[in-house]
């Protein structure tokens, strides 16, 4: 029997994963040859967090043709240039994750490896992204390689309900159909694949392939096929967060700042109209009234809004795609958004998702393929996540001092040793991750190579001194002369 094609797409959940499924499938795919539906419950709502982002999102925006100024507008988005940890590790230390990179390799020796060798000035020096973040300054990058400003790298801070509702008009330009109502039944075939959704107002959605973004539910990847979900809550214990809007006091920095807390973390994302803060705590270590009070205590402006509390287990679908069911964002699996990757990863899962489109039926290969890809991806981001907490030299509390002397993943384990001996590091060459994040956070929470690549030592020590310390001179000259922050998304960017 010939398979049948796939022609109508059924997406559940009206979240940032719904809305970016909808829109990246309606720009690949014309209204006549895919019809695509989009269910949200109004009723249900969204998680409404998740407003930090990394750089691939602007290759996202290029592929939806979105111009970038309009959409901070329609956000009342910032700039983001990387991320202040504080007091992670040690109480009172402080370092950057910036994107970008840190100085440049000099004759095939990786930089850090030449700063590790001579400790000219601070890491931070050479990264023209830390400098301007620490001055409240930015600029795009120019398409001049000679140029410094060409080795800028951002991403976006945004708020998370005009994000997705900016995508929303984008997909419903291009056809997409929106149902604002609940799913209350689900109906499976012979086979057990999902062939229909029954509404709360008794109407039934058929489709051949569903995008399940129903959030932590996983309506139909879990609640309906039963996929299983494996649990890295042993490596990664927070399980919930309270989130508050702080009002505008300041003008916005360009940049995310994580604090550590005795039980979890504090975050910070500056938007033009308000500041998004929040907990991520582990609730066996602190009660949920104390987190809340903890993270009020720490506010830097008035509140905004009432505390919100959410929950989550971390970890991973089993399948991302089983049967014809694609699970993204939440309804997939939860990291922790420490290093803003969630976003990220339904970008990824939708891209792949098209680039494995299953136009003629379902093959199992690319089914596997597919899982096999967003299992490497979540895989690449926890091992990176947890490495910030098992860094720490921190034991003034039960957390840290469980986080600290954890066993953690071999990948990972494997990969700190090997820096640890030499500061080297060998990436696959699909990792989210590149040298710059791995050296920053590493460096940045203490853990200093034995002894440094005998490369670097071996080269001229005079010529590698000057080389730096005019590579710290054009950073330094390349800041002063971006415009702050918040006068570029005034002339750029504002929120009408
Ligand atoms: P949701 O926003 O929960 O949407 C689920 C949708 O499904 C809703 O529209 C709901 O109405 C619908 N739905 C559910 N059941 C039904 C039903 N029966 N019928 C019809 N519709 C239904 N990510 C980042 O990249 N950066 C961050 O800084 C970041 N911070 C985060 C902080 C916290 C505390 C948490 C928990 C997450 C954070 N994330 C972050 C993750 C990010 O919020 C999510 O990845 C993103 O919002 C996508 O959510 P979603 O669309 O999968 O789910």
């Given amino acids: 029997m010939k398979p049948a094609p796939i022609r109508r797409v059924v997406i559940v959940g009206g979240g940032t994963a719904g809305w970016m499924a909808a829109a990246v499938l309606s720009r690949g795919f014309a209204a006549e040859r895919l019809a695509i539906t989009l269910i949200e419950s109004p009723e249900i709502g969204t998680v409404g967090v998740g407003e930090a982002t990394i750089p691939p999102i602007l290759t996202l925006n290029r592929l939806l043709g979105i111009d970038e100024d309009a959409m901070i507008a329609a956000t009342s988005g910032t700039f983001k240039l990387g991320i202040e940890f504080r007091d992670w590790g040690a109480i009172g230390d402080r370092y950057f994750h910036p ?82 109502r609940k799913v209350v039944e689900v109906r499976q075939d012979a086979r057990g694949h999902v062939a229909a959704v029954r509404l709360d107002d008794g109407a039934e959605v058929a489709g051949d392939l569903f995008i399940d973004c129903s959030g932590f539910r996983g309506l139909l990847i879990e609640q309906t096929l039963a996929t299983g979900y494996e649990d890295w809550s042993h490596w990664l214990p927070m399980d919930r967060a309270v989130a508050v809007p702080t009002e505008r006091i300041a003008p916005p920095v360009p940049y995310t700042r994580s604090t550590a807390r005795e039980a979890g973390w504090h975050w910070r994302i500056p938007l033009q109209h308000r500041t998004g803060n929040g907990h991520v705590y582990c609730s066996r270590h602190i009660s949920d009234d104390e987190a809340a009070a903890d993270l009020m205590g720490a506010l830097d402006a008035p509140a905004a809004g009432e505390p919100r509390l959410l929950r989550f287990v971390t970890g991973r679908r089993k399948k991302a795609w089983n049967a014809n069911v694609v699970a993204l964002g939440l309804a997939s699996g939860f990291v922790e958004p420490l290093e803003s990757t969630s976003i990220h990863l339904i970008q990824q899962g939708v891209v792949t998702l098209m680039s494995l489109f299953p136009d003629t039926g379902f093959a199992q290969a690319d089914i596997d393929q597919y899982n096999r890809l967003m299992q490497a991806e979540a895989e690449a981001v926890r091992d990176f996540v947890i490495m910030h907490y098992h860094l720490t030299r921190r034991d003034d509390s039960p957390l840290w001092n469980e986080v600290r002397t954890m066993e953690v993943p071999d990948t990972l384990k494997a990969r700190m040793a090997l820096f640890r001996s030499r500061g080297r590091l060998f990436l696959e060459s699909s990792e989210l991750f590149r040298e710059p994040s791995w050296v920053a956070v590493m460096l940045g929470q203490g853990l200093w190579p034995d002894a440094v690549d005998p490369v670097a030592g071996a080269m001229d020590e005079a010529e590698i001194r000057a080389k730096l310390e005019r590579m710290r001179a054009v950073i330094a000259r390349g800041v002063q002369a971006m415009p702050m922050h918040d006068d570029f998304i005034s002339r750029h960017c504002a929120h009408a």
Avoid: C, E, T
Avoid at 144 to 168: E, K
């Fill in 99 to 180: 994107f970008g990179s840190f100085g440049a390799d000099l004759n095939g020796v990786a930089f850090h490896q030449h700063w590790l060798n001579l400790r000219d000035g601070a890491l931070d020096d050479y990264s023209l992204n830390a400098q301007a973040a620490k001055a409240g300054r930015f600029i795009r990058p120019v398409d001049d390689p000679g140029h410094v400003h060409s080795r800028m790298s951002y991403a976006l801070h945004f708020d998370a309900v005009r994000y997705a509702a900016f995508l929303r008009d984008q997909a419903a330009a291009r056809g997409v159909i929106h149902l604002p």
